[in-house]
Nanobody
Framework: QVQLAESGGGLVQAGGSMRLSCAASGGTFSNYPMAWFRQVPGKEREFVAVISWGGGSTSYTDSVKGRFTISRDNAKNTMYLQMNSLKPEDTAVYYC?????????????????WGQGTQVTVSS
């Protein structure tokens, strides 16, 4: 079983940048496709980006394409989300997740392991 811990959230002005990290422990990190989701109060958890086991394949939700980049370093058991040109609508709690099985799912309920989340607030 893998444990996940996000870091790097905080407050940033619109147009700024921020990098989130997700550190994994307790399992073989490279065995899992990984993803970022985000959630605002009163709404369902939303898919942001997903990355394959070795990092060679990625996919993004349309609203972040061209602004966010997902990556992973399997030697460091860490996944990243580089967020540029941030907008107030990107404000949310961001979660990292690991999935047992095939890569590519955008459905949060198909992910098996979750971090505790990190708050990202973008001010206008």
């Amino acid at each position: 079983q893998v444990q996940l811990a996000e870091s790097g959230g905080g407050l940033v002005q619109a147009g700024g940048s921020m990098r989130l990290s997700c550190a994994a422990s307790g399992g073989t990190f490279s065995n899992y496709p990984m993803a970022w989701f985000r959630q605002v109060p009163g709404k369902e958890r939303e898919f942001v980006a997903v990355i394959s086991w070795g990092g060679g394949s990625t996919s993004y939700t349309d609203s972040v394409k061209g602004r966010f980049t997902i990556s992973r370093d399997n030697a460091k058991n860490t996944m990243y989300l580089q967020m540029n040109s941030l907008k107030p609508e990107d404000t949310a709690v961001y979660y990292c997740a690991a999935k047992i099985g095939p890569y590519g799912s955008r459905r949060y309920h198909e992910y098996n392991y979750w971090g505790q989340g990190t708050q990202v607030t973008v001010s206008s």
